[in-house]
């Protein structure tokens, strides 16, 4: 009886994201018609509330649509803005904090010791002869980093992708999660100098279901010499997996599938 109860919320929580979704998208069609945009969005909006209230009760989906949105913003080039509107902390030489649980809802206190420091610096030393080689350098210290704290955090389980099941969930993490670990991770090693071809500059977002896009959010560096942006996101990969690295106007183009 359990298992078909559970079947049928799975069943009625896909039916209200769908409805969500496509309701938003119907706004975004007529900009003119401004009183059925309005109730469309609401309509999305309350669907995608009652799908995630199934999924792990009314204050979780209240907060999840919160970061959804927050997620949409454009920020500035500096990460500080995002730390603080995630409520999350900035590294130090000595910590680094990492979110999971979606949205930054809970936090580890990560201290890395003189070892991790030294595989840190000799991962991005080894891509260090020009800007490419060091973008490789930075997704095999994505990689290193995942698959050193995931059984700290207890990521090392966390799924890529979306998966609304996982909200709220210690170790599984989303966009915004993985978006702000990769640049406190980034923000860490570029205060010991270890990045010598870019910085890190404030995560970005795209799609807010308007545009027929679910939200995303990504992890940027730019490179010191020409100024480009290039997103690094290791949202669709299971933990300890290579991010995807690309020019962010690339990245920006596409589906949150991609």
């Known amino acids: 009886m359990i298992g078909k109860d559970l079947s049928r919320d799975r069943m009625t929580t896909r039916t209200f994201l769908t409805k969500g979704h496509y309701d938003l998208q ?14 469309s969005q609401q309509d999305g909006i309350e669907s995608l509330m009652k799908a995630l209230t199934l999924l792990r009760g009314p204050m979780l989906a209240t907060t999840l649509i919160s970061a959804l949105a927050a997620c949409s913003t454009q920020y500035a080039e500096s990460p500080d803005r995002w730390i603080n509107d995630m409520n999350n902390r900035a590294p130090t030489k000595s910590t680094i904090y990492i979110c999971h649980a979606y ?45 050193r704290v995931g059984p700290l955090v207890g990521s090392d389980k966390d799924k890529g992708g979306l998966d609304l099941y996982s909200a709220g969930i210690p170790g599984q993490m989303d966009c915004i999660d993985e978006a702000s670990n990769t640049t406190s991770l980034l ?17 970005v977002a795209r799609g807010f279901f308007l545009d027929g896009r679910y939200p ?3 992890a940027v560096v730019i490179t010191k010499s020409t100024n480009k942006r290039f997103a690094v996101d290791s949202w669709k990969f299971d933990n300890g997996m290579f991010p995807a690295i690309k020019p962010l106007d690339v990245w920006m183009s596409e589906s949150p599938t991609r």
Not at 188 to 203: D, W
Request: some cysteine; overall charge positive.
């Open 216 to 218: 995303h959010a990504t």
């Open 26 to 39: 119907l706004a975004a069609m007529d900009p003119n018609a401004k009183s059925v945009k309005h109730q």
């Open 187 to 203: 923000m860490f090693a570029q205060q010991y100098g270890f990045l010598k071809h870019h910085r890190v500059v404030s995560p």
């Open 103 to 147: 949205s930054c809802k809970l936090k580890y206190s990560f201290h890395p010791t003189q070892k991790d420091l030294n595989a840190l610096e000799k991962i991005l030393a080894n891509g260090s002869d020009t800007a490419k080689t060091e973008r490789k350098a930075i997704g095999k210290a994505v990689q290193w980093f995942e698959t």
